[in-house]
């Protein structure tokens, strides 16, 4: 029987699942009776009587409230499986610039990429300017106008997701009848009432959730959990129809897209003004979402681009103020209560601002809370 529901291709996905986890609770004890576990998932998907399980579900706050739900070690599993068939196929459809989910990807190569097309922009404009030469004096002074760049996203991006709309884009290219099966019982799952989850977090905080970014709270139908791999990597399908219509019906340039988070720079105002008009009434009539009306702005680029917790320069790259403030505050309530943490907290913040022009203030900060102890004084001789 030709099938992808092997356990050699169970074993993988369990290697995969486990990189970095190795020491979790739930990891523990599904590797525990390994075997048995993998055979048992075997049986489950070539009979097609798997279900998902109970997930966790908890409430982060920073950098925004939002609501997570953890699939169990068993079902992560599964969606690696799924995702390591998925996969490759669609690397060869998505467009270069889709930079969450993939391999070598990531936000650090997506600023890197950001930077690049505003460079190569102010390089454009700057021969366009060299060559108005003579040219009367309005023409030298469109040239140099400026570039722009047009910012936009998605409301509740997550908890927005059509399910069947969803599902008939990996149908329309997927023919393999087991994964669409597969695909099927993962995209249309409800980890808030199939399965009742296990709540980690007060319920005061989920009560903070607007309604429409909750799983508890928005229409059957809609919506994907975010915390999963294979939401990260469906969305990346679903928003995948946006990217060909950018590039291909809009023909933009200079665009990149960071999960529902995504940028155009261009030379022309007017121009990005089109682009978002025709991007918001794609994004309703074909994948039933709406472009957030207040996350979505036209500004010079010369302002920085704010995009995935930088500020971008075609020069230079800053951290967000917010990013730093909350850099700071941490720091501040973790070296009065939990040095270790502390030191774990500084060293994730480090990684950020690598990425970054940001040496004084890295300097700054680590002598602020580990300061380098004096040197004791030798007396002199005499």
């Not at 399965?195 to 989920?206: D, G, H, T």
């Not at 019906?249 to 940028?263: E, F």
């Not at 505050?329 to 070296?335: C, G, N, V």
């Amino acid at each position: 029987m030709d099938t992808h529901f092997t356990f050699a291709n169970l074993h993988q996905a369990y290697l995969d699942c486990r990189k970095r986890k190795t020491s979790k609770i739930n990891h523990l004890r599904f590797a525990e009776d390994l075997e048995f576990n993998l055979l048992k998932l075997e049986e489950e998907l070539q009979n097609r009587t798997y279900k998902p399980g109970q997930s966790i579900a908890f409430v982060v706050q920073k950098p925004k409230i939002r609501e997570i739900f953890a699939a169990d070690f068993r079902d992560r599993v599964v969606h690696h499986l799924l995702f390591n068939y998925l996969g490759p196929y669609y690397e060869r459809i998505f467009i270069f610039d889709s930079w969450a989910c993939r391999k070598d990807k990531g936000t650090h190569r997506a600023v890197a990429r950001t930077q690049k097309f505003a460079a190569e922009l102010q390089r454009e404009r700057e021969r366009e300017r060299d060559s108005a030469g003579c040219a009367s004096p309005m023409r030298y002074e469109t040239v140099s106008q400026g570039n722009y760049y047009l910012k936009m996203d998605i409301k509740s991006f997550f908890t927005s997701i059509n399910q069947e709309i969803l599902y008939s884009l990996v149908k329309k290219k997927i023919k393999n009848e087991e994964i669409l099966w597969l695909a099927r019982i993962i995209i249309f799952h409800d980890p808030a009432h199939d399965v009742p989850p296990k709540i980690q977090s007060q319920m005061s905080l989920f009560a903070q959730l607007p309604p429409e970014k909750s799983l508890f709270t928005v229409a059957k139908g809609k919506g994907l959990p975010i915390g999963n791999l294979t939401s990260q990597f469906l969305a990346n399908i679903y928003l995948n129809e946006l990217d060909q219509f950018v590039k291909h019906t809009l023909r933009a340039k200079y665009y990149v897209r960071y999960v529902d988070d995504l940028v155009i720079l261009d030379k022309s105002r007017v121009k990005l003004e089109y682009y978002q008009a025709e991007i918001g009434r794609f994004v309703s009539e074909k994948l039933d979402l709406v472009a957030h009306p207040q996350k979505q702005f036209i500004r010079p680029i010369s302002c920085g681009i704010d995009f995935v917790g930088y500020v971008i320069r075609p020069e230079y790259i800053l951290i967000r103020r917010r990013v730093v403030g909350d850099w700071r505050r941490k720091l501040e309530i973790l070296s009065q209560v939990n040095k270790m943490e502390c030191k774990q907290v500084m060293a994730s913040y480090l990684a950020h601002a690598k990425w970054a022009n940001a040496y004084q203030l890295k300097k700054s900060i680590v002598n602020q809370y580990f300061p380098k102890p004096e040197k004791p004084k030798v007396a002199p001789k005499c």
